[in-house]
């Protein structure tokens, strides 16, 4: 296999530096830089022939307007940043080199990518999106094509709106005073996973999650949908006949289809490995 030179750009950081070891585990040659490294972005971008923007994305827009211009096109530009459309038409504006958004759908305390989903955005067509998929299936991810904005639109539901809900259950708490502390005696498995879930997001970096919400363009659209569907699940669960309740949730079941019993096998075994000593309640 071919060995290259990969410089990460961003490589100080979390996911710059799960894929330092990533790259050199497989073989290459990894520089990084950050913004008080001897390495330089420009030192990166005139010795890599891989280059991947690894920076919080407004700094990744402003990067690929110094770096793209450096670049030739036997050189490979990508980014690893969580929203794609903007990235991609700024990378590929910027340069003559071939250009793919990358977004690794793990955080950096993830032990291995087997298993693990990687979407690609492959922008200009080369011998790069073979090598890269070769490289990243080799070692056990699934690895998926994408447009950068049907990913966007995805990531709305996938990350804004999964962390909306969690933010917007920690104020719910807040406002009823309901410490994890005085929850806690009477938690179910399911609510104790969503306690841990809530602690998790709220102990990393708020900016991250700041902007997986508000940045997501798409994001208007997928509240309006989930605000439309709170209110209909409110009319029907609250106050609907018992035959319109039963119809409603029948409705989303068969929606779901064969993925319900997937899902009630899959929590299961994650309950029993989270919490062994207790059996988890189905009604919880
Ligand atoms: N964390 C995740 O779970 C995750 C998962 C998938 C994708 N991503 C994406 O991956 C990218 C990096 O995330 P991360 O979690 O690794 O963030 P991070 O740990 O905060 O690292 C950010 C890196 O960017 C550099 N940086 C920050 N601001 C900069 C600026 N204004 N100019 C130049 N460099 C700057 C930092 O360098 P210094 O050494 O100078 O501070 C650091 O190396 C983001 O786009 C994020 O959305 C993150």
Known sequence: MTKYAIGIIGGTGNMGQWFNSFFTEAGHKVLISGRQTAITTENIAETCDIVIISTPTDAAIRICKIIGPLLSEN??????????????DKMAESTRAAVIGTHPMFGPDTESIKGRNVVICPVKNSRWIDWLENLLSSKGA??????????DRNMAVVQGLTHL?????????????????????CSTPIFKLNMDLLGRLFSQDLDLYSNLIGKNAYMKDALEI???????????????????KRSYLEEIREFLGDFC?????????????IYPNKKPDPKG
């Open 226 to 244: 989930f605000s439309n569907a709170l209110n209909e699940g409110e009319e029907c669960l609250l106050y609907g006949s018992n035959g319109e």
């Open 142 to 151: 699934e690895v998926t094509r994408m447009d950068p904005a049907v990913h």
């Open 75 to 88: 050189q490979l530009l990508m980014d690893f940043c969580s929203l794609k459309e903007r990235i991609v």
């Open 165 to 185: 809900l969690t933010i917007c259950m920690g104020k719910t708490l807040q406002k009823l005073n309901m410490t994890p502390n005085l929850v806690n005696s």
């Open 261 to 273: 019993q997937t899902g009630f096998i899959e929590s299961n075994k994650a309950l029993n490995i």
